[in-house]
């Protein structure tokens, strides 16, 4: 098991701040657990969906290919996530600004470009997993109607 949680070991931060492009991160490795516990295991990681081009468009951390459901873990940090409201690094402010802009922007343009390909997205917070039910998931994504 990978273990990228930003944590204590500087080498997790390094690798952490080398983009966010880290896979089985420990917030992912809970998610799908709690799927599995949904009665949902038929899931595939980082499954690759190409634009109606055939172009690379991304890879979810977690989807549902046949349902079309594309589910991705996001880390408060990277993210932005609104009820975090993680303070940014204080050296080097206009780079992180930048960088977070960015992330936000690539969040939001992927979000559209697979809701034009028929695809549902749905994102679970890093600090919501451990309070989120199984159930709860599986309904809020559309798993179960
Ligand atoms: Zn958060």
New binding site residues.
Partial sequence: MASNFPSASSAAVRKSMQGNKSKNTIPELKVRRKLRMAGFPGYRLHWRINDSGGRYLCRPDISYPGRKLAIFVHG?FWHR?P??NLPEPVNNGGYWREKFDRNLKRDIEKDDLLNQLGWKTFVI????IDALDPLKIATESGLIC
């Fill in positions: 408060c996530c009820t975090c917070w890093e600090c919501q």
